[in-house]
């Protein structure tokens, strides 16, 4: 093949082949299907991981790095999204009538501050949706709650202070009697 290898000369010679409509030998089409994958992922990394709870057909969510090395402990399928060529840099969108001090509608980066590419951040995902719910989750909010009831007039807040210490008792006497 006098063509430099690349992708492109391989699917030229690919289409030559078939159209001649002779055997290809099996060491030509190991080499096209070498070249291909080189030139297109070999050296890439890829530019996204996504994840989504094994066997659902939940749309695709960012996956955090403990997502991609731990996926059967998350239950989560992995992919990896590659883009070969990089796509262009999104431009960031000024709230009309913003003179340098406006905020980007979709970033969120102030106009005198923003980088040069538009990078929307990506909802951020709570793990324990993909857990089996644990009554101990509501320890920390109550605890919180009862932190707060402070802020209340003093018969509000011996009614709740009352509510929420219960509560956290009847959780936590509950967990005990839960443990094997
Ligand atoms: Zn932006």
Known sequence: ?????????????????GAAGEPVPADMAAMWAKVCIEELYGMQKPV????????????????????????????????ALYLHPPVGKQQHRWPPGSNGDGRCLDCDETEWLAGPECRPHAPLRDHRSAMPFRITWLIE???????????????DRAKWRKETTYLIDRIRDHEKGSQP
């Open 48 to 79: 996204r991981y996504e994840c989504r709870r094994r066997g659902s057909n939940d749309p695709w969510e960012e996956a955090e790095p403990g997502d991609v090395t731990h996926p059967r402990r998350r239950n989560l399928v992995i992919r």
């Open 141 to 155: 909010p109550l605890e919180k709650l009862l932190y707060l009831t402070k802020y209340l007039n003093p018969f």
């Open 1 to 17: 093949m006098a063509d430099p290898l690349n992708v492109a000369s391989c699917l030229r010679a690919m289409r030559r082949a």
